[in-house]
């Protein structure tokens, strides 16, 4: 995988929440640019989605199934006051606010390539911090094995949980050691902006080696455990989405190849790209899976 130095924008480092609400009247007076130019090693050089295709192509099914229905339907949620509930085998359980989970000065722009399991793709500029960053702010304790989590269920503002779907809330679950991978991410922004709400706002998993599906939006709980946890489209379809849900271009959905994807913005002329093991994370993550049998563990 190619490392990018040399194409991160600095100026979307350090952009922290306040400067986003003000507009970035303020960004050259704020303090966490002391911290600036840390650019993130973690981050592809390919073309970044535009912010008008990563905002209208989504998956949110809490507001429908449709790929335009989240940019139509997701404004209807509150996001602002948020907490996130934490709890189970950790030191500090409690409620956090997004604020403590991802302060302005940790902020940081990875951008990341996001495989869907259906077979599309795109290239985000998530703003957020490492999920590690939290656990260890928590402190986890020994016997904890995998993290889960949980996204908010409020019928009354999200229309699609008025429906029989996937069982709501939309949980998801990683092993622990995936949990504190560094190029796992809390995400709270895009571009240099707050996360949009059909993003997942105002917090969300990002897990760029792994189908999207796991990177489950709007978070309200995360819950350290020894078992591994339910997750949602594992207990719709098990013989489909599996637990891991690494990107394999090996190992093929029952109802298609997972070896070719589309690129989102590519065209009507754009053509299929290769879809790459681990999502072209290999180079990180591959050692987390050795000895395991992936075509099991799918
Ligand atoms: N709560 C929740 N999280 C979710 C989903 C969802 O329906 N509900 N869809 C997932 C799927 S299938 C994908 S591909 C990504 C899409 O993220 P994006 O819309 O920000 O590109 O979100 C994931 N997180
Ligand atoms: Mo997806």
């Not at 489909?240 to 190849?257: I, L």
Request: glycine share 8%.
């Amino acid at each position: 995988m190619k490392l990018n130095w040399s194409d991160v924008t600095p100026k979307h480092l350090w952009l922290n929440r306040r400067n986003f609400i003000a507009g970035g009247a303020a960004l050259a007076a704020s303090p966490a640019l002391a911290l600036s130019g840390r650019p993130s090693p973690f981050s592809t050089s390919e073309k970044p989605n535009t912010l008008e295709e990563i905002t209208n192509y989504n998956n949110f099914y809490e507001f429908g199934t449709g790929k335009t229905d989240p940019a139509k339907n997701a404004g209807a949620m509150t996001t602002d006051p948020w907490s996130v509930e934490i709890g189970g085998l950790v030191d500090r359980p409690g409620s956090y606010g997004v604020e403590d989970l991802a302060p302005d000065n940790a902020l940081e722009e990875r951008i990341y390539r996001l495989r869907c399991v259906e077979a599309w793709s795109m290239v985000i500029p998530w703003i957020g911090v490492p999920l590690a960053s939290v656990l260890e702010k928590v402190g986890v304790q020994s016997g904890a094995k995998y993290v889960a989590f949980q996204t908010l269920l409020r019928p009354e503002e999200m229309s699609g949980q008025r429906f029989p779907s996937i069982r709501w809330p939309y949980v998801e679950g990683l092993r622990l050691d995936e949990a504190m991978h560094p190029l796992t991410i809390l995400a709270t922004g895009l571009y240099s902006d707050p996360l949009p709400n059909q993003n997942g706002a105002p917090i969300r998993l990002v897990v760029p080696w792994k189908y999207g599906f796991k990177s489950i939006k709007s978070i309200v709980r995360i819950t350290l455990t020894d078992q591994q946890p339910p997750t949602s489209w594992n207990e719709l379809q098990p013989s489909e989405y599996g637990f891991y849900a690494n990107v394999n271009p090996n190992v093929s959905h029952p109802r298609w190849s997972q070896a070719t994807e589309r690129r989102i913005g590519a065209g009507l002329f754009g053509g299929r790209e290769e879809t790459l093991m681990f999502n072209g994370y290999a180079d990180q993550v591959a050692s987390l899976y050795s000895g395991m049998d992936l075509a099991q563990n799918y």
